[in-house]
């Protein structure tokens, strides 16, 4: 996930929950549609759901979805989160993982500065109280950039010791951080094989993987390959085709085969659906439902 789709995939920041329901609301759910639960975002069904945020919660649910996804949750009205809750919770809906931290510009967990982690610990905290009033168990965190100034080791150290004191936090919470490796040279954590080290480093069950699909080699026999190997770290998915970052069936991947596979292992958690629609309109938002239902089924 890049930065812009930190700041733009929670496209509710500018929408307004109204009181009123609109009469095309469907009422009843698809349940057992999909085998595993993806989570979907705002925006992304709002030409056939109306921009009313109450009425995409009620769409998303509608067609099986049994979760939400939105990155900037934490970042939302108190009232709006509030309102956002009642609505999930009539409709049996989970709310996936949001970010509690993540910067772009500085070494916040490599570097052992003070004021900096004193931040991430602050972000931590707050994202938790955000989690206690949305039912949220799963919160993003992305460990900032690499510090040049000090060895690798000593970075890595730092990281892993200001992880266990977000773990610790965590752990009485009964909510989880999942590490996010972007694919960046100049970020800590590039990919899934060091998010697992970290994450044995840490050895806490509050702190594990959150594995981007999108974001691995587009064969399936080594994507499939690199699960098995982070199989016991990961705590959530991201979903996108590559390349693009669009819906299932636009890119190379064999989502097929990846959806089967993560099936197979019983799989319980959320997969974020962390792309954008192939085709504008209804008629693409459409196509985004047909794509998964097309590769659960295959």
Known sequence: MNRRDFLTTGLAGGVA????????????????????????????????????????????????????????????????????????DRRGMTMGAFIATADFGRPTFTSGRKHLQSQVLFDVQKSLAVARQMDARWMIVVPGKIDDRLPAKQQTAHAVELLKRCADL????????????????DMFLRSTSQARRICRAVDSP?????????????????????????????????????????EPGTGQIDFCSVFRHIASKRFDGLLGMEHGNSRSGEQGEQRVIDAYVAHEMA
């Open 17 to 88: 929950l109204t009181a009123g329901l609109s009469p095309q609301r469907a009422d009843a759910k698809m349940p057992g549609r999909f085998r595993l639960n993806y989570a979907p975002h705002f925006g992304m069904f709002r030409n056939l759901a109306g921009d009313d945020l109450v009425d995409q919660i009620d769409f998303m649910a509608g067609q099986g979805f049994r979760s939400l996804q939105d990155n900037v949750l934490r970042d939302q009205p108190k009232q709006w989160r509030q309102q956002v809750r009642a609505e999930m």
């Open 170 to 185: 965590c752990e009485r919470d009964n909510r989880v951080m999942i590490l996010e490796p972007l694919n960046r040279a």
């Open 206 to 246: 509050a702190c594990k993987l959150l594995f981007d699909v999108a974001d691995q080699p587009t064969s399936s026999g080594r994507l499939i390959s690199n699960i098995e190997e982070c199989w016991d770290e990961i705590a959530y998915f991201q979903v996108g085709d590559n390349p693009g970052r669009k």
